[in-house]
């Protein structure tokens, strides 16, 4: 074997090892409307003001490409990939709720959420509209570059 074989090995092995350490991710704190817009993470927290969306959406379809059901535990979410399981804590009165990221929003003010009506409902917050919230996004089973699970 030449001297270019056994580097061009060596570099597809380095390659693949690199590619199998990335996705790794820590645990981290955002503070929403505070220094940067750093976006949330699974494994990461979040806090912030939530609000709800429900009758004008009911049967649309949402960016997973689901059909919207104001009546399920679902959330519109910037940034968490679709599919990401969160537990929503209502900071005003230590209700918590677990919902699925299924949607991308909200789109107005400063908001860091968008919960569907079942799940602002569970929270009591559907009167008030709104409501400071914590996010804790659970962290997705880790893949290799395959496609499997480790």
């Known amino acids: 074997m030449s001297q270019r074989d056994r580097l061009a090995r060596f570099s597809r092995r380095v390659l693949i090892a690199a590619f199998a350490l990335i996705g790794c991710h820590s ?10 817009a750093a976006a949330t993470k699974p494994g ?5 003001e939530a609000s709800w969306y429900g009758p004008g959406f009911q049967g649309n379809e949402t960016a997973s490409g689901e059909t ?15 599919g990401t399981t969160a537990e929503v804590t209502n900071l005003e009165n ?10 991308r929003g909200p789109y107005e003010g400063n908001r860091v959420i968008d919960l569907s009506r079942e799940a602002a ?22 893949t290799d570059c395959g496609g499997t699970s480790r």
């Not at 645990?27 to 940067?36: A, D, I, Q, R, T």
């Not at 990461?44 to 912030?48: A, D, H, L, R, T």
């Open 27 to 36: 645990e981290e704190s955002v503070e929403h409307g505070k220094g940067s």
């Open 44 to 48: 990461s927290n979040e806090v912030g």
């Open 68 to 82: 919207f059901d104001q009546n399920k535990m679902t959330a519109a979410h910037p940034t968490l990939p679709m």
């Open 94 to 103: 230590d209700k918590k709720v677990e919902v699925r990221i299924n949607d």
């Open 121 to 142: 409902s569970r929270l009591d917050m559907v009167d008030d509209g709104t409501s400071r919230v914590r996010i804790e996004a659970q962290p997705q089973p880790r």
